[in-house]
T-cell receptor
Framework: DTAVSQTPKYLVTQMGNDKSIKCEQN?????MYWYKQDSKKFLKIMFS???????INETVPNRFSPKSPDKAHLNLHINSLELGDSAVYFC??????????????FGPGTRLTVL | GNSVTQMEGPVTLSEEAFLTINCTYT??????LFWYVQYPGEGLQLLLK?????DKGSNKGFEATYRKETTSFHLEKGSVQVSDSAVYFC???????????FGSGTRLSIRP
């Protein structure tokens, strides 16, 4: 009964390919996120969805497209993969409380390697 | 804008040593403050949090006090263990943006 799950855990692919990462949360939260963590462990938010609506869209190439079919799922599709996309991608979820985000719960991460 | 600055690592200590990891913040309004921990090969998990000035968050022997006058939220532990080796992230949320701002992370290694 994992709270936030991601698939796949590892993804190795060639430059130029298109790939997707899936995320699901069973916590009943209304907000979900995608983060990118680089090799130096720096964590950068990419997107956030609240009740299936995009609310945060940081400066991310438009090759990255998130999709939220329902509140419990937030998938990330990446077109035309580049070497610099290699990183660990984390999904997270939280519940907005009085307009502020409460504790975020993270998935185990997806390590993407682009060759 | 809002930001979090934490001490650069890596920090290497011997088992049972005293730990301090400094964290200062810049924020408008009244932020909530967090420490997250990332063990090797895992995602981040909440270690402790404080939601208003002078609150002390504590968990697993770690503690941090929300100091509004110095805009700080330093993490401390009296006696570290090898199992505390991880990367520690200070973070804040403020306002209605639903966004959490993370510091750059501090890698902690504990020698037996």
């Amino acid at each position: 009964d994992t709270a936030v799950s991601q698939t796949p855990k590892y993804l190795v692919t060639q430059m130029g390919n298109d790939k997707s990462i899936k995320c699901e949360q069973n916590l009943g939260h209304d907000t979900m996120y995608w983060y990118k963590q680089d090799s130096k462990k720096f964590l950068k938010i990419m997107f956030s969805y609240n009740n299936k609506e995009l609310i945060i869209n940081e400066t991310v190439p438009n090759r990255f497209s998130p999709k939220s079919p329902d509140k419990a799922h937030l998938n990330l599709h990446i077109n035309s993969l580049e070497l610099g996309d290699s990183a660990v991608y984390f999904c997270a979820s939280s519940q907005l409380v009085s307009g502020n985000t409460d504790t975020q719960y993270f998935g185990p991460g997806t390590r993407l390697t682009v060759l | 804008g809002n930001s979090v600055t934490q001490m650069e690592g890596p920090v290497t200590l011997s088992e049972e040593a005293f730990l301090t990891i400094n964290c200062t913040y810049t924020a408008t309004g009244y932020p909530s403050l967090f420490w997250y921990v990332q063990y090797p090969g895992e995602g981040l998990q909440l270690l402790l949090k404080a939601t208003k000035a002078d609150d002390k968050g504590s968990n697993k022997g770690f503690e941090a006090t929300y100091r509004k006058e110095t805009t700080s939220f330093h993490l401390e532990k009296g006696s570290v263990q090898v199992s505390d080796s991880a990367v520690y992230f200070c973070a804040l949320t403020s306002g209605s943006a639903s966004k959490i701002i993370f510091g750059s992370g501090t890698r902690l290694s504990i020698r037996p």
